[in-house]
C-alpha cells in the first residue's frame, strides 16, 4: 500500500464533485467538525460507556469516551505524520501532514454503530438470531444474510451508519472523506470470517460501499470469497487511541466509584515506569492534596507514555503495516514495561471492573430491554397486518425503511431503529411497551 493513494479527500457520495472545492479548513477537519454537529454523536451523551449513567458521580459515557479517543488519535497521527515525513520529505506535500485529523475524526465515529447498552446490546441482538426466537427466519434468508445477523458488529454498523442512505436522507449518508471512513472499518472482511468472536466490518448491504472505498484507495486484497482486505494503515492508530483511553478511564472511573481503592489505582499507574521516574513523579504529587487530582496527574502521565510508545510501535512496523503483514494491535508491541502493567490493567480491570454488580446489573437490564423491544419489533416487520404491528410499525421514523418488500431489509431497518436508540429512550420504550409507563396527559 502507498501513503500517496492511501489518503484522499474524496468524499463518499459526492464523487462527481471531487476537486471542485477550495476552502482553508481541510476535508479532513470538515469530517470531523461534520461529526461532532450530528445527531447520532449527540445521542452517543446518553449510551453506556462501561457504568450505568451517573447519578451523583459523573463517570464516561460513549460522547465523552470517544471525545477523549479523538484527542488521543490526534496526537498519535500527529506524532506518526511528522516521523514518516521525516523519514520521506517527498511525502510533505501530500495530505500526510493531515493524518491527525483524520485519526482524530474517526475515532470520533468509531462508536457510533452501538447499540444501547454497549456490549450487552450487540449481543442480545445477535443472540436473538442465533438462540431466540429469530432462529425461525433462518431458512427465509440467504447464508450471507444469516452471518450478518448472528454476529452483529456495531462497528459494521457503524460504516453502514455513515454510509448508508436511509429514506429521505441524501446519498453516500454523512459523506465523509474516503481515508476517514477506511480509517474506523477494524476488521475488513465480510461476516463469513467474523468467528466465533464476532468481528467483522460490513454487512452485506454496505460491502459494495467498502470495496469501492478499498480499491479506491489501493488497500491491500487478501481474499476475494469470503471478501478480505488488510487494515488501513491508520486503522492502528484509532484502535491504538480506543485501547489507552478505555483502560486508562476505566480505572480512573473505578476510583471514583470506590471500586478501586486510592492506593490501588496509584499502584497501576506507576507500574508503567521505571523506579526512577515512579520516585519523580510521587514527589510531584505532593504538590495538589486532592486525591482525584492525583489520579488523573498519573493517569494523564500513562497516557503519554503509551502515547510514544503506540508511536514507535507503528514506526518500528510501518513496512509491515503498509504491506497488510502486521498482527494484532500496537498496543501489544510496545516496550515490556509499560506492556505488562498494561496487561496487569487489563486482568484487574476484568477482575474487579468489569465482572462488578454494577456492569454486571445494567448489562443484564439491557439484554432484556434490547431481546424485548427486537423480539416486538421483528414480529412487527414479518407479520404487519396484525393490528398491534401497525402501531409499532407507526411508531418508527420515517427514515428507517420499515415497510421494505424484502425481509432482510426489514430487519436491519428494525436494527438500524433499536442500535440508534439511547439507553434512557430505549428503557422509556420498553417500559411504555410493557405497560409500566403511560406518557402524561
Known amino acids: 500500500m502507498n501513503w500517496n493513494t492511501l489518503i484522499s479527500a474524496k468524499r463518499f457520495g459526492l464523487e462527481e464533485f471531487h476537486r471542485e472545492r477550495h476552502e482553508n479548513r481541510s476535508e479532513f477537519q470538515r469530517d470531523y467538525d461534520r461529526l461532532v454537529f450530528s445527531a447520532p454523536f449527540r445521542r452517543l451523551q446518553n449510551k453506556t460507556q462501561v457504568f450505568p449513567l451517573p447519578g451523583s458521580?459523573?463517570?464516561?459515557?460513549r460522547l465523552t469516551h470517544s471525545l477523549e479517543v479523538?484527542?488521543?488519535g490526534r496526537s498519535l497521527g500527529n506524532d506518526v505524520?511528522?516521523?514518516i515525513i521525516a523519514r520521506h520529505p517527498d511525502l510533505q506535500n501530500s495530505f500526510l501532514p493531515e493524518i491527525g485529523s483524520i485519526v482524530s475524526a474517526a475515532c470520533l465515529a468509531h462508536d457510533l454503530g452501538n447499540p444501547?447498552?454497549?456490549?450487552?446490546?450487540?449481543?442480545a441482538i445477535s443472540t436473538y438470531f442465533s438462540e431466540g426466537k429469530g432462529m425461525a427466519l433462518k431458512e427465509q434468508l440467504t447464508a450471507v444474510q444469516w452471518e450478518d445477523l448472528t454476529h452483529f458488529e456495531g462497528n459494521a454498523n457503524a460504516f453502514r451508519l455513515l454510509t448508508h442512505q436511509f429514506e429521505g436522507r441524501r446519498k453516500g449518508g454523512f459523506v465523509l472523506?474516503?481515508?476517514?471512513?477506511a480509517s474506523i472499518v477494524k476488521y475488513p472482511f465480510s461476516s463469513s470470517l467474523a468467528g466465533q468472536k464476532s468481528k467483522f466490518g460490513f454487512f452485506t448491504t454496505e460491502e459494495e460501499s467498502f470495496c469501492r472505498i478499498a480499491e479506491e484507495l489501493g488497500m491491500k486484497k487478501l481474499n476475494e470469497s469470503p471478501l478480505k482486505y488488510a487494515r488501513h494503515p491508520l486503522v492502528y492508530l484509532v484502535e491504538a487511541a480506543d485501547d489507552?483511553?478505555?483502560?486508562?478511564?476505566?480505572i480512573e472511573d473505578a476510583h471514583k466509584l470506590k471500586i478501586l481503592t486510592t492506593q490501588e489505582t496509584k499502584d497501576l499507574l506507576l507500574s508503567y515506569f521505571p523506579e526512577e521516574r515512579q520516585a519523580h513523579m510521587l514527589d510531584t504529587l505532593h504538590i495538589v492534596s486532592d486525591l482525584n487530582e492525583q489520579i488523573a496527574y498519573l493517569?494523564?502521565?500513562v497516557i503519554g507514555l503509551l502515547i510514544r510508545e503506540c508511536t514507535q510501535a507503528f514506526l518500528d512496523n510501518e513496512e509491515q503495516i503498509l504491506e497488510g503483514a502486521f498482527e494484532g494491535s500496537l498496543i501489544k508491541h510496545i516496550s515490556q514495561l509499560p506492556a505488562t502493567a498494561?496487561?496487569?490493567?487489563?486482568?484487574l480491570s476484568f477482575e474487579k471492573i468489569y465482572r462488578s454488580r454494577d456492569v454486571l446489573d445494567i448489562e443484564l437490564a439491557g439484554f432484556r430491554i434490547i431481546s424485548t423491544l427486537l423480539e416486538l419489533m421483528i414480529d412487527a416487520v414479518c407479520s404487519p397486518e396484525k393490528a398491534y404491528s401497525q402501531l409499532l410499525i407507526n411508531r418508527v421514523s420515517s427514515q428507517y425503511n420499515i415497510k421494505a418488500p424484502a425481509l432482510y431489509e426489514r430487519i436491519q431497518a428494525v436494527l438500524d431503529y433499536i442500535s440508534g436508540m439511547t439507553d434512557v429512550y430505549a428503557l422509556d420504550l420498553y417500559r411504555k411497551i410493557n405497560g409500566n409507563s403511560l406518557p402524561a396527559v
Open 177 to 181: 472523506t474516503y481515508s476517514t471512513l
Open 244 to 250: 489507552i483511553c478505555y483502560q486508562m478511564m476505566d
Open 299 to 301: 493517569r494523564s502521565c
Open 57 to 61: 458521580v459523573f463517570v464516561h459515557n
Open 116 to 123: 444501547p447498552f454497549g456490549h450487552s446490546g450487540e449481543r
Open 81 to 83: 505524520s511528522k516521523a
Open 70 to 72: 479523538s484527542c488521543v
Open 342 to 347: 498494561y496487561k496487569h490493567c487489563a486482568d
